[in-house]
């Protein structure tokens, strides 16, 4: 009889002592490692090393009691002074001072500082109410003021928006442009009427003249010409003008046959 034993039963047996020896070389590590901790502290239980105990601090190879102040409380780590401000204190001088919330202010969400109200900004360490001109209204924020529709912030207050004849307020986030109606240009803060040449047609983007010409014609003062094609071109993407067909470049008014090499 084959006294061998199988493959797997001696795979298992060597991994059970791989995980003992492991567990009792942890346990004796950990053992270890706790005989070596100072008073009031502890040994890391996941890595190397010890702690101070919650209330004590790493003071060179000992812990040492931190000194919490009045209002304040223990920030929960061994590291730094160990403490912070209750809500409603800022640390002075590594103290914790009570914070004086002026009038019309409130403390913020932070907890170590203040914040104007709604309607008031800072000024002078104070919260100063915020005077809001005649046509005007506070913003969203609170914190500044803005005109009312037909009306623009000029320094401390809200002028009238003039509108000439022919032009209306634009449906802009605050109303206080214009523009002139169709058929009308902008011109020396005035909507003068657009005169359209034969051969041409109104277009409002084209400010400066307030038209734009044909397919086939070129401005000309405030004219529009027709465009004289050349043998062996066309009209170009605009229109306005003309290029030459292909095997062909522009030479002066004319177009000629590329030379090859």
Known sequence: MNSTRPWWRVFLVTFLGVIVFSLSTGLTHA????????????ANAYRAGWSCDVGYKKSGEACAAIQVPANAILAGAGYGKGWECRRGFQETNLRCEKINIPSNAYLGASGNRWVCERGYKLKDKVCAAIKVPANG????????????????????????????????????????????????????????????????????????LGWRCHRGFRISGTSCNAVVVPENAHLNYSGNDWECDRQFRRRGGACVPQTRL
Not at 142 to 163: E, I, K, L, P, S
Not at 190 to 198: N, S, W
């Open 31 to 42: 053992q270890s490692t706790n005989s070596t901790a100072p008073k009031n502290g502890h």
């Open 137 to 208: 209204y506070l913003n969203d924020r609170g914190d500044g003021w803005n005109c009312r529709r037909g009306f623009r912030a000029t320094h401390q207050a809200c002028d009238a928006v003039v509108v000439p004849e022919n032009g209306f307020i634009v449906e802009s986030y605050n109303g206080s442009s214009w523009e002139c109606e169709r058929g009308y240009r902008r011109a020396n803060e005035k909507c003068v009427a657009v005169k359209v040449p034969e051969n041409a047609y109104f277009h409002a983007s084209s400010m400066r």
